[in-house]
């Protein structure tokens, strides 16, 4: 399998396209200024107990408070709260190996015997806002790194279940309980199996310090306040993903480029190479074609195979899926066997999109009826094997006897929207439009504003590949007199994601200029 990575930097946002195989598999789009990422540790102070949920609402500075739960507190809730006292009464870091653990709370205990109303916690974001719900909070604290997630008041060693061999487990458990410090915990990731002791200890003395010296600063933080920011989004989503398959990353921004770039060299420094800056006139998305597959994959109808199709509807809740075979053959004699290869193929996409689009809750699904138990079976195995590459915990049970399958698939964040359908951009919905004989003195009205009006030296005209290819014709071709009019900063580029009779004027920040 072949991976790339492609990440479009813009002004108030990033986007990150995971491609396999050439075909788009995951998306991100965060806001430059995102905050409330899951794994940020905050200083919160308790606003409301709830002894009916059993729960508390705590003030991390969101609009809504955050919600903690009593069994989401941790066994070792009291060792944490004797470290946060401590911590914000000392100046310089608290040793955590030398405290003195206190006797674990009752799993069975209630919410009041352990917090009141306005007492400091240090929490964890387990799950982003999602609609109207402020984040979901944990105090079972985490450092997660490449190889291992560090876990403070904690002193058990757990090895990823999906290291089959019992010997590695082994080895790897012993190798890591010889290293950890008192009152650590680990997890050993899936990534390192067959890692060797010099690299493991390198990267838990690393989280380790990465926890004192952000801790350290909890006397001058005033809660609600952050305490511990996860990595950069782009070196969280590589921590995880990284692997041998990957050939390629290309960042659109220098500055970016140089900070993945760095992050790789950190954990797997032969492969920094494979980062790459993207220089190119067209923007990154429409060189690689990216936009032309999101288009296609996040409308309400998906195509997957030979006319099938996929109609994908949300609830608050659950997602329903529903397969259809579209225009392929049913005639009687194979019903059966166009119903299996539709459900399979079908299980692929499925899988696809539920990673693309980050669908998280309950997902029904409504294959094809099959009256044969054993293509039942095949379709259920399919699903499992197509799912295995999802990093999200997820649940899959078999179809029922309606032909329906329910997953289940960890929410941590909001799902993925995209609009897909667009009013047109040339009438604004009106249904006509100025002649087209005009639309070249329209550009160049606007081109005119933004050097004379505005004064900028250099600007980029973005326009329809259409209207690109016309604007170049010829010699001298409009661009070029338009140089030689008013500046010859300018540069005209195309861009798919356009509408016929659209354009935009942005500086060299790829900002866009307010002609209005």
């Given at each position: ?88 009464n000392k100046k310089g ?273 409504d294959f094809i009826d ?73 550009l160049e009205d606007a ?70």
């Amino acid at each position: 399998m072949n991976a790339e990575l492609f990440v479009d930097v813009a002004p108030d946002h990033l986007s990150m396209a995971l491609l396999e195989d050439k075909r788009l598999v995951e998306l991100r789009k965060e806001k430059s200024n995102v905050q409330f990422a899951v794994g940020d540790i905050y200083l919160g102070r308790v606003k409301k107990i709830m002894p009916g949920l059993n729960a508390a609402f705590i003030d991390v500075g969101y609009e809504k408070d955050a919600f903690l739960h009593y069994l989401d507190l941790g066994p070792q809730f009291r060792s944490l709260q004797k470290f946060l006292n401590i911590a914000s009464n000392k100046k310089g870091v608290v040793a955590l190996h030398k405290l003195k653990p206190e006797p674990d709370i009752n799993k069975n205990g209630t919410i009041p015997e352990v917090l009141t109303a306005g007492q400091n916690v240090l929490v964890q974001v387990a799950k982003e806002p999602i609609s109207t719900k402020g984040p979901r909070l944990t105090s079972e604290l985490s450092i997660a790194g490449r190889n291992l997630v560090l876990l403070p008041f904690s002193d058990k060693v757990s090895v990823s279940q999906k290291i089959s061999s019992a010997e590695e487990r082994s080895r790897l458990k012993r190798l890591v309980t010889s290293i950890k410090p008192k009152n650590y915990g680990v997890i050993i990731r899936t990534v390192a199996e067959g890692k060797q002791a010099a690299e493991l200890d390198k990267e838990l003395r690393t989280l380790v310090k990465r926890w004192e010296e952000n801790t350290a600063k909890i006397k001058d933080v005033k809660a609600p306040g952050l305490v511990v920011g996860e990595i950069g989004r782009t070196s969280a989503l590589l921590r995880d993903i990284l692997n041998p398959t990957f050939n390629s990353i290309f960042v659109n921004n220098e500055e970016v480029c140089s900070e993945i770039k760095d992050y790789v060299g950190l954990i797997a420094p032969d492969r920094q190479k494979i980062v790459k800056h993207y220089k190119g006139g067209a923007p990154i998305f429409d060189q690689f074609q990216i936009h032309r597959q999101i288009k296609a994959l996040f409308g309400t109808t998906v195509s997957f195979k030979s006319g099938a199709y996929l109609i994908i509807e949300h609830t608050e809740a659950l997602h329903v899926i529903d397969v259809n075979s579209g225009n392929r053959s049913k005639s009687a004699s194979n019903q059966e066997n166009n119903a299996l290869e539709v459900n399979l193929a079908a299980a692929d996409e499925i899988a696809r999109q539920l990673r693309l689009r980050d669908m998280g809750g309950i997902i029904v699904v409504d294959f094809i009826d099959m009256q044969n138990n054993e293509n039942r079976q095949k379709v259920f195995e399919k699903m499992k094997q197509a799912m295995a590459s999802d990093r999200t915990k997820h649940n899959i049970l078999p179809l029922s006897k309606f032909g329906l399958m329910q997953i289940t698939r960890q929410r941590v964040r909001p799902e993925m929207h995209i609009q897909t359908t667009e009013s047109c951009p040339t009438c604004n919905g009106t249904g006509t439009i100025q002649p087209a004989i005009f639309w070249p003195k329209v550009l160049e009205d606007a081109v005119k504003k933004a050097v004379q009006a505005l004064k900028m030296k250099k600007l980029i005209l973005k326009v329809h590949p259409i209207v690109y290819a016309y604007l170049k014709k010829g010699f001298p071709s409009k661009v070029l007199r338009w140089k030689f009019k008013y500046t010859h900063g300018l540069k005209v580029m195309p861009s798919d994601s356009l509408g016929f009779l659209e354009f935009k004027i942005v500086d060299n920040e790829d900002n866009e200029v307010d002609l209005s």
